[in-house]
């Protein structure tokens, strides 16, 4: 079956640190992968998505690339600031009727 | 893309009452479908709106609670009946425009029932 597996929260950091959290999936075919965000007291916002192996996705300079080869897709920041604090989700999905896929979310707290 | 919006926003309500829930996109979609989001805790999905006929309630989820209504492919709503304070979560409207892969999501009612 098709799944989403991303690492447990909460995840602090400090201001200007690296972000890593890991994504690994499980799928039939060739689906499209995504990053959503959740900042408080709002809706997801898609964040980024890759399509094909080897795409990289980028937004806001948050990136993920999709590895085929571990099943991956995790989401990296060079540097992050206070203002991401939020809730990211990793998640499948292809064209064509499917359901979308989704990570339990993990929570991110950027102190300043 | 797709902008979607909800109404209302937010609301407090007393035990046993109900409360329906408004979804808006500004174009017709095919796909559309309703989440819960309980306190720190990820989405779970209630059910597909089909427009014109029933939804498709995923298990745990039946109509009687959760009455949904799809007149066309721009609206529908979310009934959440007698309610009780387990039912107080966020709940999201989500579509996925026709012919693509990318879900997007309203910005959520917030349900707090007393």
């Known amino acids: 079956g098709n799944s989403v597996t991303q690492m447990e929260g909460p995840v602090t950091l400090s201001e200007e640190a690296f972000l890593t959290i890991n994504c690994t999936y499980t799928a039939t075919g060739y689906p499209s992968l995504f990053w959503y965000v959740q900042y408080p007291g709002e809706g997801l916002q898609l964040l980024l998505k890759a399509t094909k192996a080897d795409d990289k996705g980028s937004n806001k300079g948050f990136e993920a690339t999709y590895r085929k080869e571990t099943t991956s897709f995790h989401l990296e920041k060079g540097s992050v600031q206070v203002s991401d604090s939020a809730v990211y989700f990793c998640?499948?999905?292809?064209?064509?009727?499917?359901?979308?896929?989704f990570g339990a979310g993990t929570r991110l707290f950027v102190k300043a | 893309s797709a902008v979607i919006s909800q109404k209302p926003s937010r609301d407090i309500c007393q035990r046993g009452t109900s409360l329906t829930i408004q979804c808006q996109v500004d174009s017709q979609v095919t796909m559309m479908f309703w989440y819960r989001q309980q306190p720190g805790q990820s989405l779970t999905l209630i059910a597909t709106a089909n427009q014109g006929s029933e939804a498709t309630y995923e298990s745990g989820f039946v109509i009687d609670k959760f009455p949904i209504s799809r007149p066309n492919l721009t609206f529908s709503t979310l009934t959440v009946s007698n309610m009780s304070p387990e039912d107080s979560s966020i709940y999201l409207c989500?579509?996925?425009?026709?012919?693509?892969?990318?879900?997007?999501f309203g910005p959520g009612t917030r349900l707090t029932v007393l």
């Open positions: 989500s579509v996925i425009p026709d012919s693509t892969d990318t879900q997007y």
């Open positions: 998640a499948l999905s292809r064209a064509g009727g499917f359901k979308t896929i």
